[in-house]
């Protein structure tokens, strides 16, 4: 079974068709600065590299040359659509209405366009995306799955803001949590790991690319996570702030004349990484900056970083009373070694010892904890993309 895995975002759009039966990738790339100059197709076959440039002022442009590309008799990989069983969309915001991934019909179409208001940097585009598929190849079916469905079982006391309770009834104002298809894919791994089933486990998933959050898997369920309502909360990231007093928002607002647009540019763009080290937004440039150059800001940032992510450690193994296994995933967590080495240091207390020479490793499957270790500590390269393929085929398998 051939699943066409779709990532649309709002200048890019990320594609790899997969499949199923072996899990192999038979073609996966990139279609980047669309409506912009220089539009690019780039992609890789057998872990071959090509790319060309082409104009392409649309997602249904994009999406077009990536569908040409696929059956193209020279470098394509298959030899009409007929070989696509399915595509499957990588759909952020589910909202409170869909909790599981789904089939997209034309009411469900209708009803997604409902949520965009929820993510408007991101829905809108997932959106343009699934319309495109359904007009170039209308034969094949579509499926969304949720970036929030994983955290759909929090319980109310994780989800519900102390806030005015009508935000929550008549704004749908609450914790929805965000990048729940690599926390579910990494945890689920974790579990056969750990020899445990996944329904008897407690796992914390710290997901730390670009954007980062870290979850607290109990019973193969979601019960709290670092993302809420948006985007911006939790751990600092690579531009985005995190938590912080949300009190400076009304201060900066009323008595240095703020506007909205200036605080979200602010909160989403120019704080973590990149607003405390002044340096980069890129956690490589940061660490370079930090150790090779003994930039101290560049060093405060990392530092930040790293005490915020053990802090929610610690508070996630409050909330499950216990913990089996803390999993590293994504760019910061596969690849900086030294990251993983700064969170888990001086954590013996809460069980988690980690072997500081097993940690060495960049980018690869291994348990890194000690022998004795109460807590596996384990560094888990995610699969998205996988995740949403095996979601697709279960939906279409059972609709
Ligand atoms: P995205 O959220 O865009 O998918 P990634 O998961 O690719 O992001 O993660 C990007 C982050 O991973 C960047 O901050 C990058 O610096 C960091 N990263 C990648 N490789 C390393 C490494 N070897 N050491 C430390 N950080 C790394």
Known sequence: MNILIINAGSSSIKFQLMNLENEETKIKGLVERINLDDSELSWKIDGNKNKKNIDINNHKEGLKEVLDLLIDPEEGVIENFKEIDAVGHRYVHGGEKFKTSILITDNILKELKDLNHLAPLHNPNNLSGVKAIKELIPEVPNVAVFDTSFHSQLPEKAYIYPLPYKLYEE???????????????????????????????????????????????????????????????????????????????????????????????????????????????????????????????????????????????????????????????????????????????????????????????????????????????????????????????????NS
């Open 171 to 397: 704004k749908g104002i609450r914790r929805y949590g965000f990048h729940g298809t690599s926390h579910h894919y990494v945890a689920a791994e974790a579990a056969k790991m750990l020899n445990k089933p996944f329904k008897d486990s407690k796992i914390i998933t710290c997901h730390m690319g670009n954007g980062i959050s870290f979850s607290a898997v109990e019973n193969g369920h979601s019960v709290d996570t670092s993302l809420g309502f948006s985007t911006v909360c939790g751990i600092p990231m690579g531009t985005r702030s995190g938590d912080f007093d949300v009190g400076i928002i009304t201060h900066l607002i009323r008595e240095e004349g703020y506007t909205a647009d200036e605080i979200h540019e602010m909160i989403y763009k120019k704080s973590g990484l990149k607003g405390v080290s002044g340096v980069s937004n890129d956690a490589r440039d940061v660490e370079v900056a930090a150790w090779e150059k003994g930039n101290h800001r560049a060093q405060l940032a990392l530092d930040i970083l790293h005490y915020k992510a053990k802090k929610y450690i610690g508070s996630y193994i409050a909330a499950m009373n216990g913990l089996d296994a803390l999993v590293f995933t994504a760019g910061i967590g596969e690849n900086g070694w030294e990251s993983r080495d700064a969170i888990c240091k001086d954590m013996e207390f809460l069980g988690i010892d980690l072997d500081i020479e097993k940690n060495k490793i960049r980018g690869k499957k291994a348990v890194v904890s000690k022998e004795n270790s109460k807590v596996k500590i384990m560094v888990i390269p995610t699969n998205e993309e996988l995740m949403i393929a095996k979601e697709t085929k279960n939906i279409i398998k």
